[in-house]
């Protein structure tokens, strides 16, 4: 059985970081494309980043560019999201997702067959 389990969301201050991290199990997604999505409260769920299965591209909304960074470790398979200089915008439940088999990233959410249950992350004014 394949799952990502999301880790690191909490309560923050603004302009305060915190660190995310998802690690799968049940296959090795080494050779695949990964990201991360976010549903802020009362809103559909939109597209924060995402990395090739070689770390090599990284796409990231205009809303969090400059902010925030995806990498990955394949030998751990586990991606990490590093949000720094976070805004109260940016609270939301944060989704991990991977493609069972494409390589290249995507924005869209319809190109990743697996999802995290996702994690919290809450930002104070």
């Known amino acids: 059985q394949v799952q990502l389990v999301e880790s690191g969301g909490g309560l923050v201050q603004a302009g305060g970081s915190l660190k995310l991290s998802c690690t799968a199990s049940g296959r090795t997604f080494s050779s695949s494309a990964m990201g991360w999505f976010r549903q802020p409260p009362g809103k559909e769920r939109e597209f924060v980043t995402c990395?090739?299965?070689?770390?090599?591209?990284?796409y990231y909304a205009d809303s969090v560019k400059g902010r925030f960074t995806i990498s990955r470790v394949s030998a751990k398979n586990t991606v990490y999201l590093q949000m720094n200089s976070l805004k109260p915008e940016d609270t939301a439940v944060y989704y991990c997702?991977?493609?069972?088999?494409?390589?290249?990233?995507?924005?869209?959410?319809?190109?990743?067959?697996?999802w995290g249950q996702g994690t919290q992350v809450t930002v104070s004014s």
């Open positions: 990395v090739s299965w070689n770390g090599g591209n990284t």
């Open positions: 997702a991977a493609s069972s088999g494409r390589a290249y990233s995507s924005t869209r959410a319809d190109e990743y067959d697996y």
